[in-house]
């Protein structure tokens, strides 16, 4: 994939166009400017060429890799691997009911959102898994105007081939590493970040019943539980799964943390069976909870965008206890100039950051509002971000 330079755009725009050099260059500051920084100068090329009509990126048979893609590009082709299949969702727009499904897909140069849309949710969602390799054809690019990121979406010109002949995936296990971040620099769309941060503030643990056969909830009526798989569940047989939310704070700012069955596990040091007594018995649960409070931890997770409160949250997916503070200080101390880079680029999107983003709540307003605060349903956990559909 051969990405062109803004030098060479400014050539196709001006072969395409009646503009002069002065007047492409113009539009190009304007776009970069009223980005504010968003775009290198070769991305905001791109964005005024495609704006204009203007064909920099030939749609023949030319399969672009993640990190080449550009907001507005359309008809885009791509290779990728499933990593992760969310739930279909229904929702509302101005212009009536919708149905979409997203996924995580990545390739060797990085990983992106992708979404399904309407009667594509239908046709395509059953035909792939995780771990599927697929080509994706006639995508268009969006920008994600929660997370400032971009968005691949299938609209009704796409096309899927599953498992498509000759096609490896290689995906660069370093791109896996979780990124060390500050908790104010978080993004809703960081898939595998890492944190370092006290336990401020301890939720009580929540249970459920689950389906002995395949651990999903089953729903409750007329006093029954029946699993939609596995039709009623006699009460003896009902298993339990539960979360934990605490609020995590590391000086930067703070974001309510989803610790789900095993992470709760590691969190309290504690088996499963000697996890379900608290159950019944909440009161035991105290001590541990006094004992986690301002106690500091690293944890790796995902963000997620919880719409019910319209904030973000971090999903654990992995924690470390006792983290070594020197050790520590050496990693901070090597990524120094990494962090510089990501510490400038946070600068210039702040402006942007206080218009679109909700920031995490600080932890005074968060116990201000506490009461209000319900611990949000499952599905809540799971939401994906519908933007402006
Ligand atoms: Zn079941």
Redesign the pocket.
């Known amino acids: 994939m051969v990405v062109l330079t803004k030098e060479q755009i400014i050539q196709k725009i001006m072969d395409s166009t009646s503009l002069s050099l002065d007047q492409v260059n113009t539009k190009i500051k304007q776009k970069l400017d009223q980005l504010s920084g968003l775009v290198s100068p070769d991305g905001a090329a791109h964005i005024v060429a495609n704006e204009l009509g203007v064909q920099v990126i030939p749609s023949t048979d030319q399969v672009l890799k993640i990190n080449n893609l550009l907001e507005g590009l359309r008809n885009v082709e791509l290779n990728v691997k499933v990593m992760k299949k969310f739930d279909k969702k229904d929702f509302q727009s101005a212009r009536g009911p919708g149905k979409l499904a997203s996924f995580i897909v990545a390739d060797d140069s990085g990983r992106m959102r992708a979404t399904f849309w309407n009667d594509k949710v239908d046709e395509f969602y059953d035909k792939f898994n995780e771990n599927d390799t697929i080509t994706i054809k006639n995508a268009y690019v969006r920008k994600n105007n929660y997370s400032g990121g971009l968005d691949l979406n299938l609209g009704d010109n796409c096309e899927i081939i599953v498992n498509p002949e000759g096609v490896e995936i290689e995906i660069d296990s370093s791109s896996e590493q979780a990124q060390r971040k500050k908790i104010n620099e978080l993004q809703a769309t960081d898939f595998n970040a890492e944190i370092l941060a006290t336990i401020v503030q301890v939720s009580d643990i929540r249970f459920w019943e689950t389906?002995p056969?395949?651990n999903?909830k089953p729903h409750y009526e007329e006093e029954k539980y029946i699993?939609k798989?596995?039709g009623e569940i006699p009460a003896k047989e009902l298993g339990y799964s539960y979360v934990l939310n605490c609020y995590l704070d590391d000086g930067s700012a703070s974001i309510r943390t989803v610790f789900w069955r095993e992470q709760v596990q590691k969190l309290l040091e504690e088996t499963h069976e000697n996890i379900l007594k608290f159950r019944q018995e909440p009161d035991l649960f105290e001590t541990y909870k006094s004992s986690l409070l301002g106690e500091m931890i690293k944890v790796s997770g995902r963000v997620n965008k919880n719409e019910a409160f319209d904030r973000i949250e971090f999903v654990a997916n992995n924690i470390e206890k006792n983290p070594n503070p020197e050790q520590e200080i050496k990693n901070i101390k090597e990524d120094t100039s990494e962090d510089n880079k990501i510490a400038d680029n946070k600068e210039t999107n702040n402006q942007t950051d206080i218009k679109e983003n909700k920031k995490p709540e600080t932890f005074k307003e968060v116990d201000k509002n506490k009461k209000q605060d319900a611990i949000p349903t499952l599905d809540d956990i799971e939401e994906v971000n519908i933007d402006d559909e």
């Open positions: 389906c056969k395949c999903k699993c798989e596995h």
